[in-house]
C-alpha cells in the first residue's frame, strides 16, 4: 500500500461543475502539499497546509490531521484547470523528504 | 524575480553516459531539493541541499549524486545510465526557516532520455 493515496486516478467533469480530489496519507507528516502539473511537466505549488483549510481565488484546499485525510477543491471549473494534480506529504522534522502521490488527472470539457 | 530555472531543458544520451543536470533557486531559496519523475508515475525523492551538504536522501543508488554551491544553485549527476534513468528531473527551491522547510517552487524540469 502507498504512503499517500490519490483518489479519483481520473476525474471528467463539465465546465462549471464543482470538483473534489481526495488524498489519504499513512504516516505522520509536517505539512501536506497540493500541486499541478500540466502537460510538459512543470509543477506549480497550489498549497501548503498543516491544518485546517486555505482558499486561493475557486481552489480550497482542507486538512484532517487526525484522519490523516485532505481535499482539494474546485468551483465553477473551466477547462484552463484540466491538468494532474498531485498530494505530496513532508515527514516529521529530521525526515522532511516529500512523497508524492500518483496523481488525479482532471479533464475540463467546455 | 526569476523563478526557479533548470538546464539543459531536454536531453538525449546512450546507455553508461555520464550526465550533469542543472538548477538555479528562486531568488532568496537556500534549499534544493530533486526529484525524478518516470512517464506516468508521481515524482520520487532523489536528495536535498542545504548549506552545501546532502541534508536527506531518497531510494537512489550512488550512481546519482549532487552538489550545492555558494550561490545556492545545484547540480545533479548520474553515472553509468541506464535505460530507467530515462524521466523527467525536476528541482524544486525553498526557503529553510530554523529546521522547517518552507513552500516550494518547482522548475521546469529536465526530460532525459537514456537510449
Known amino acids: 500500500k502507498n504512503e499517500v493515496e490519490q483518489s479519483p486516478q481520473n476525474l471528467t467533469a463539465q465546465e462549471g461543475e464543482f470538483i473534489t480530489i481526495n488524498c489519504s496519507y499513512s504516516?505522520?507528516?509536517?505539512?501536506l502539499h497540493w500541486l499541478q502539473q500540466h502537460p510538459g511537466g512543470g509543477i506549480v505549488s497550489l498549497f501548503m497546509l498543516s491544518s485546517g483549510k486555505k482558499k486561493h481565488g475557486r481552489l480550497i484546499a482542507t486538512i484532517n490531521i487526525q484522519e490523516k485525510h485532505s481535499s482539494l477543491h474546485i468551483t465553477a471549473s473551466h477547462p484552463r484547470d484540466s491538468a494532474v494534480y498531485i498530494c505530496a506529504v513532508r515527514g516529521n522534522f529530521g525526515n522532511e523528504k516529500l512523497t508524492f502521490g500518483t496523481g488525479t488527472r482532471l479533464t475540463i470539457i467546455p | 524575480d526569476a523563478g526557479v530555472t533548470q538546464s539543459p531543458t531536454h536531453l538525449i544520451k546512450t546507455r553508461g553516459q555520464q550526465v550533469t543536470l542543472r538548477c538555479s533557486p528562486k531568488?532568496?531559496?537556500?534549499?534544493v531539493s530533486w526529484y525524478q519523475q518516470a512517464l506516468g508515475q508521481g515524482p520520487q525523492f532523489i536528495f536535498q541541499y542545504y548549506e552545501e551538504e546532502e541534508r536527506q536522501r531518497g531510494n537512489f543508488p550512488d550512481r546519482f549524486s549532487g552538489h550545492q554551491f555558494p550561490n545556492y544553485s545545484s547540480e545533479l549527476n548520474v553515472n553509468a545510465l541506464l535505460l530507467g534513468d530515462s524521466a523527467l528531473y525536476l528541482c524544486a527551491s525553498s526557503l529553510m526557516a530554523g529546521r522547517v522547510t518552507g513552500e516550494l517552487f518547482f522548475g521546469e524540469g529536465s526530460r532525459l532520455t537514456v537510449l
Open positions: 504516516v505522520g507528516i509536517s505539512a
Open positions: 531568488s532568496g531559496h537556500d534549499t
